[in-house]
């Protein structure tokens, strides 16, 4: 089993190294304790060379899972011993488990557990890392080879993980982690359009106005109209005249729900206090909710109000629910469908971006806890020694870049979340033959919605509710 597992990291971990091993031989930004030999068994990184590697890890740990759940691989990983045995160690259910259905989610569930375990276990070990003289600091950026063998010792671990309960109760870490990353992920696309925003007005203010204006205006107007096109997509083919109550409420109320923050965003008073807002901003952020509306109502469990219903149903077992359309059993098992492959590529942006950005903005700082202006920066006068190798100065003595703690507390909420898109918030049903979707997970994701545009607007409008405080 654990050649299994290793074999479908270890060549893409391979690659890596050689990568790094160019990097290291073209002198690259280490730092200054491997001046006189490098350790391929350390690789020290410098910032934000360290979050790009975590996440790799976290990507790298995604890609295993979806090859986990491609077609075809439930062949293989059903010859693990013991892994897929008719529902082994669940009590009352005991060889009445379709493995077809289930060895593709067991696997996801488990790697993604390994993966969650990981990243919360350094969540825990970098809790109150204040500078790089913390010798936590030196766990953080170096020591890669030793990380990544505990992330293959706990993969292999998860799984001989016995079923019993772990399924469910790893369902609802799920749902509630991937609650919360959905927020955060919110808060990353506002400080992305942000950022885009400021960077093409100051490029507007060195020249050529006309041009950067209509780009920007031409940006916002695709977004306002991509997200009013899905509204009325929505209204197509996830309502019906007669039923579907819950369906028009949701695309309704999220409708109206944009408008508002699109309004409240080119206020008066409040471009006068922040002058940074826009419309740009507001539009990425309704298009994002039109995604998560959009995601919420394909776990609708009513195939009438869901067309998109994967059917992850076992023939033998595929009856109706009462009060439901029939669904039909595919010839395999289908895990894939648009909004998650879209969730999935929102994931990736959202993931790369947070390894990588250096914010202005304060309020979106505050909430992801990273300061301004602080940690590694390099010297173009002292960043090359006697032997022409290039490094890098470390300036987080006096303060780290970001929370350690937080950064880690993020990718294991991410780990979560993509347990839950790759599996389409499904999970098995009492007999462990057929997997299901249920209401719950709807309105999770639509709650999630409804706090993140509270959010959004409360960025808006704290600076005129709370004048005594600085949000600049």
Not at 27 to 41: D, N, S, V
Not at 217 to 232: C, D, E, G, K, R
Request: hydrophobic share 50%; with cysteine; glycine share 6%.
């Amino acid at each position: 089993m654990a050649a299994l597992i290793t074999g479908l990291i270890t060549a893409t971990v391979n690659h890596l190294s050689l990568l790094l091993w160019k990097h290291v031989e073209e002198g690259e930004r280490w730092f200054p304790w491997q001046q006189t030999q490098y350790c391929l068994l350390c690789f020290f990184f410098s910032q934000p060379q360290c979050r790009l590697a975590f996440s790799f890890l976290l990507l790298l740990g995604t890609l295993v899972s979806v090859i986990m759940i491609l077609p075809g691989m439930e062949d293989h990983l059903k010859k693990i011993p013991g892994f897929c045995v008719g529902g082994a160690g669940i009590p009352g259910i005991e060889g009445k488990v379709n493995c077809d259905v289930i060895v593709g989610y067991k696997s996801v569930y488990r790697m993604c557990f390994a993966m969650a375990c990981f990243f919360f276990l350094f969540s825990i070990i970098m809790i109150r890392v204040r500078s790089s003289k913390d010798p936590r600091a030196a766990i953080q950026n170096g020591f890669w080879f030793f990380k990544f063998l505990v992330l293959v010792g706990i993969t292999v671990g998860a799984f001989f993980i016995p079923d019993g309960t772990f399924t469910t109760v790893w369902y609802y870490f799920g749902v509630v982690g991937s609650f919360i990353f959905i927020l955060i992920q919110l808060i990353l696309l506002v400080d992305f359009a942000h950022s885009w925003n400021q960077s093409w007005l100051e490029r507007a203010e060195e020249g050529n106005r006309k041009c950067w204006y209509a780009a920007l205006l031409s940006v916002t107007i695709i977004n306002f109209a991509l997200a009013f096109t899905t509204v009325v997509l929505f209204y197509v083919f996830y309502t019906r005249p007669d039923d579907c109550t819950e369906h028009k409420v949701f695309i309704s109320l999220n409708f109206l729900f944009c408008i508002v923050v699109s309004i409240v965003s080119i206020v008066p008073k409040v471009q006068e206090a922040q002058p940074s807002s826009g419309l740009l901003q507001a539009s990425l952020i309704s298009l994002y909710t039109m995604y998560v509306t959009w995601s919420a109502m394909t776990n609708n469990p009513n195939r009438l109000c869901n067309p998109s219903l994967l059917s992850l149903v076992h023939p033998a077992s595929a009856t109706p629910a009462p009060g439901f359309a029939p669904t039909q059993a595919p010839a395999n098992v289908q895990w894939w469908d648009a909004q998650g492959i879209v969730g999935l590529l929102i994931f990736l942006f959202c993931t790369l971006y947070a390894s990588i950005r250096s914010s202005n903005n304060a309020q979106v700082n505050r909430l992801m806890r990273t300061e301004e202006g602080q940690g590694l920066t390099i010297n173009a006068q002292d960043e090359t020694g006697e032997d022409g190798v290039r490094r890098a100065v470390d300036n987080e003595e006096e303060g780290v870049t970001y929370s350690y703690s937080f950064f880690h507390f993020s990718l294991f909420l991410a780990s979560l979340y993509i347990m839950m898109t790759l599996t389409n918030w499904y999970k098995p049903n009492s007999d462990y033959e057929s997997m299901q979707t249920s209401m719950p997970a709807v309105w999770v994701k639509i709650c999630s919605s409804w706090l993140g545009l509270a959010i959004y607007l409360w960025t808006l409008v704290a600076p005129l509710v709370l004048p005594d405080r600085d949000f600049s």
